[in-house]
């Protein structure tokens, strides 16, 4: 029976060939984290191809080129599910803590507290499998790294 709803219903998503490329994925979602408070400061994207340096080990014509395509796909993205169920799916629940630290520390790169950008982190968790403990003590990090700066 599971065998005719798989073949209805296509490949199993687990084991299918994401749509996005996870890096892309992740980084629309930071994207999103920028623009959710409607300015997408210099600071932001800044911070953004800071994480993307470091995290993913690209180069800056790399960088760029990730950048690019996650803005473009975040400003035409109708909500945020394409996203979170490639990084869900494609990244490790470690990866996963990593990201919402990450968006976490775009959230703090202009210095304000948003409750527009907090709402959006506090929203995106769940939906990457991240509990509640794990997200505030991802902005717990974020926080001091912000403050050591």
Known sequence: M???????????PVTARPELDPHIAATALLVEAALADGIYADCEQDQIKEILSAAFLLDPAAVDRVLDQAEELAEGAIDHHRFTKVVKVCLSEQERVALIE???MVALADGEKSPFEDAFVRRIAPLLGIA???RVFARARAEAKVRHR
């Open 2 to 12: 599971f065998d005719k709803l798989k073949q209805m219903f296509g490949r199993d």
């Open 102 to 104: 990450q968006l976490w």
């Open 132 to 134: 509640d403990r794990e």
